[in-house]
């Protein structure tokens, strides 16, 4: 059974880089199969598309915010990692790591999700 | 990028009852690569539709999607208790990947 799980700190001060790492358990995150990615949503309001990775490390990007966002794998740990710079309250929300198929990019699996406030 | 718009923003219906979702593009959705998914507060959305009218693995056949090209629709045939939720389309069919503002189906 396929498991994501998000850790990192959930206080990210306002300026600094918000930093998260998604663990893969249950399948390979060098599968030829998937793509592995970031997805956000503040609380109450909807969802956005942050970035994506295939394992060999190429890097796909929301241009909205691409020039604040890394993402980055590990495949001998089976993880990928999130890195936000210079963030503000507007960041203030619920990060799931996800699995995209590779043939069409549909997402069919989230991680649960972990919460980060930004603090002044 | 596509924008995509949902409504209504809430719809307020009984169980047993069937309920019509609809999901607008601002431009046309690529291979009608549209999904919906179904979120319950304090868990992940789970994948509902994708294709614009596959069902996922273990998707109950009240669940039905319908639409091509700007215009899309999630039907579910009879609201069961557990249906009442917040449900997103999203397309992946142009990066960047896009999701609706959400239609909340509550109890009336």
């Known amino acids: 059974q396929l498991q994501l799980q998000e850790s990192g700190p959930g206080l990210v001060k306002a300026s600094e880089t918000l930093s998260l790492t998604c663990t893969v358990s249950?399948?390979?995150?060098?599968?030829?199969?998937?793509?592995w990615g970031w997805i956000r949503q503040p609380p109450g309001e909807g969802l956005q598309w942050i970035g994506s990775?295939?394992?060999?490390?190429?890097?796909y990007y929301n241009p909205s915010l691409k020039s604040r966002v890394t993402i980055s794998v590990d495949t001998s740990k089976n993880q990928f990692s999130l890195k936000l710079s210079s963030v503000t309250a507007a960041d203030t929300a619920v990060y799931y790591c996800?699995?995209?198929?590779?043939?069409?990019?549909?997402?069919?699996?989230w991680g649960q999700g972990t919460l980060v406030t930004v603090s002044s | 990028e596509i924008v995509l718009t949902q409504s209504p923003g809430t719809l307020s219906l009984s169980p047993g009852e069937r309920a019509t979702l609809s999901c607008r593009a601002s431009?046309?959705?690529?291979?009608?690569?549209l999904a919906w998914y179904q979120q319950k507060p304090g868990q992940a959305p789970r994948l509902l539709i994708y294709?614009?009218?596959s069902r996922a693995t273990g998707i109950p056949d009240r669940f039905s999607g319908s639409g091509s090209g700007t215009d899309f629709t999630l039907t579910i045939s009879r609201l069961e208790p557990e249906d009442f939720a917040v449900y997103y389309c999203?397309?992946?069919?142009?990066?960047?990947?896009?999701f609706g503002q959400g239609t909340k189906v509550e109890i009336k």
């Open positions: 996800v699995r995209h198929r590779y043939f069409d990019w549909l997402l069919n699996y």
């Open positions: 990775m295939y394992y060999t490390g190429s890097t």
């Open positions: 294709g614009a009218s």
């Open positions: 431009q046309s959705v690529s291979s009608s690569y």
């Open positions: 249950g399948g390979s995150i060098s599968s030829t199969s998937y793509y």
């Open positions: 999203q397309q992946y069919g142009n990066s960047p990947w896009t």
